[in-house]
């Protein structure tokens, strides 16, 4: 079974700290994603990977940034956490030559607040 | 740019009812359009619609994709309190590999 495992389930953090959110995948996907989740306005994509050290920014990078110095590792990044960000957050990956037959294979997701 | 509008938002059901939810796309180049229920975490997969698989079932569950209308249903018959999710769209097109999903429609069904 493929495996998406985000670090953190619920996350409390201050304004203006940096917050790190970890996704680990255990399938040897290509590719990863990092997604924000707020109600109504469903999943916006926020940066992409296709290969260790690759990264291509989403609709919505900004604030953000992210890491992938291991294959199976995609960070992502609040450089100055703003309550703006507050969101549950969830990562994915993929085979990198095509969707398969079932798509992405999703974290369980980080609900962060910034208070 | 691709775009995925889901209907309705949010809808309440009593069990034993039937259920249909909308998806519309509009993208370039589709490749294919999936369905996935999300419950208290991750979301999980339920259905892929593509040009050559334009029709699928299990159990209770089953989706039609209308390329010329460029929609897909998504149909939920006699439904249980083990249906309430948050139902998402999500539609391949040009980019290829990548995903652009709808605002889900938040089912919820009462006993």
């Known amino acids: 079974d493929v495996k998406v495992t985000q670090s953190s389930r619920y996350l409390v953090k201050r304004t203006g700290e940096k917050v790190f959110l970890e996704c680990v995948q255990d399938?040897?996907?290509?590719?990863m994603f990092w997604y924000r989740q707020d109600p109504g306005l469903g999943l916006r994509l926020i940066y992409f990977s296709y290969d260790v050290k690759m990264k291509e920014k989403g609709d919505i990078p900004e604030g953000y940034s992210v890491s992938r110095e291991k294959k199976e590792r995609f960070s992502l990044i609040l450089e100055s956490a703003s309550t703006n960000q507050t969101s549950m957050y969830l990562c994915a990956s993929s085979f990198g030559g095509g969707l398969a037959n079932y798509g992405y294979t999703f974290g369980s997701g980080t609900r962060l607040t910034v208070v | 740019e691709d775009k995925v509008v889901q209907s309705p938002l949010s809808l309440v059901v009593h069990e034993g009812d039937t259920v249909t939810l909308n998806c519309s796309y509009e993208?370039?180049?589709?490749?294919?359009l999936l369905w996935y229920k999300q419950e208290k975490k991750a979301p999980t997969f339920l259905f892929m619609l593509?040009?050559?698989?334009i029709e699928k079932k299990s159990g209770r569950l089953s989706s039609i994709l209308d390329k010329k209308e460029l929609s897909s249903i998504l149909n939920i018959t006699a439904t249980q309190t083990g249906d309430s999710a948050i139902y998402l769209c999500a539609v391949e097109g040009n980019a290829g590999n990548m995903l652009t999903f709808g605002g889900g429609t938040r089912l919820m069904v009462k006993p």
């Open positions: 993208v370039t180049n589709f490749r294919s």
């Open positions: 399938m040897d996907h290509e590719n």
């Open positions: 593509t040009s050559s698989g």
